[in-house]
């Protein structure tokens, strides 16, 4: 789709420097832009490009004072990098805007399906499933039985969401991420073996969460394993049995939570971190990447580092005497000679 400067200054509530009539096909980073491409600056560092880039658009900020020569036409906006995410928003809504049901999939005939739903090719819908209003179920996407799906929903290829599990309105989940596997709960025997124990809860993700790619999480062994409120998780997670995570909190990729941990609202988890079960966060965590939490931090809004993972500035300056190790084992042994020598003395 096409649009011309002046559509897109109205939009933005911005005003046009230049050709109000040029048009734009699709975006493109500044440094990389080709004719017929919108392009934003944001960061100061990036403006030598302004001056030779082949964009055919640009958005910038009202202050910017302009130190060349510029050929495309400029939409100066009081913020060029929030001007720029609302037509990245409006891009996705063009693209995502899919409608009807194609075939082949199956819908149960006890399943309910809200307004404006657009179900991708393959897609299964199980038994007594419900999904709100304007959802859009991608291909090959599984939705056991009595899931209940809220309204505005997106659910990417080759989701998978197991019976009884609840997903909340305006929640989106990415390509390969499993909602309501099975906890790893198995009792050890006397021969040595492992029974498996049934996992017979559910998983809550509340509304405005975002599951990333291949992310997995765990139904309960009893009650409901919830992801609360405006929660963020990366690709790659694995989040387990009855685990809690706080509203808006955001998890990096690779970190796994282990059953039954309590994680408090607006706390912010790195990547490849291990936090073990049973314990909890306190609210405003931050803890850095790989780092391993082996006991409840009880204190709110404090940094962590480390495996095991201490207070973050005590890791830093243990990280420093790290790297002076090698120093001091040089004047360790200069001074057993030293003691040496006037032992010798001594005698």
């Not at 495996?307 to 890791?315: C, F, G, I, L, S």
Request: proline content about 3%.
């Amino acid at each position: 789709m096409q649009f011309t400067a002046q559509q897109i200054s109205l939009m933005l509530n911005g005003t046009v420097e230049g050709d109000a009539n040029v048009s734009v096909n699709h975006l493109a980073k500044i440094e990389e832009a080709e004719p017929g491409s919108l392009s934003f600056l944001a960061n100061p560092k990036y403006e030598q490009f302004l001056y030779t880039t082949k964009a055919s658009l640009v958005i910038v900020n009202n202050d910017l004072v302009l130190s060349d020569t510029v050929s495309a036409t400029l939409i100066r906006v009081e913020n060029a990098y929030t001007a720029f995410t609302v037509l990245l928003e409006q891009y996705n809504t063009i693209k995502m805007n899919k409608t009807g049901i194609e075939q082949p999939s199956f819908i149960h005939p006890s399943a309910k399906i809200g307004k404006n739903a657009y179900i991708g090719a393959f897609a299964y819908i199980g038994p007594n499933v419900t999904i709100g209003d304007n959802c859009k179920i991608f291909p090959n996407t599984y939705i056991a039985d009595d899931v209940i799906v809220g309204d505005n929903v997106t659910l990417y290829a080759g989701v998978k969401i197991y019976f009884d599990c609840q997903i909340g309105n305006k929640v989106i989940i990415h390509s390969g991420a499993i909602i309501g596997g099975d906890g790893f709960g198995f009792a050890p025997q006397p021969d040595g073996t492992y029974t498996k124990v049934a996992q017979i809860g559910n998983v809550i993700l509340e509304d405005n969460v975002e599951v990333g790619a291949n992310t997995t999480i765990d139904r309960a062994t009893l009650g409901s394993t919830i992801i609360r409120k405006g929660v963020k998780l990366d690709n790659l997670i694995q989040i387990a049995h009855n685990v809690e995570i706080g509203e808006n909190t955001v998890v990096a990729a690779q970190t796994g939570i282990s059953g039954s941990s309590k994680i408090a609202e607006n706390c912010i988890i790195g990547g490849q971190v291990g936090i073990v079960g049973h314990i909890t966060l306190a609210k405003g965590t931050q803890i850095q990447a790989k780092s391993g939490i082996s006991r409840s931090i009880d204190i709110e809004g404090k940094k962590w580092a480390g495996a095991p993972a201490t207070a973050y500035t005590d890791h830093m300056r243990s990280q420093v005497v790290l790297t002076r190790l090698p120093d001091l084992e040089k004047k360790i042994v200069e001074l057993e000679k030293l003691i040496s020598a006037l032992k010798s003395e001594v005698k």
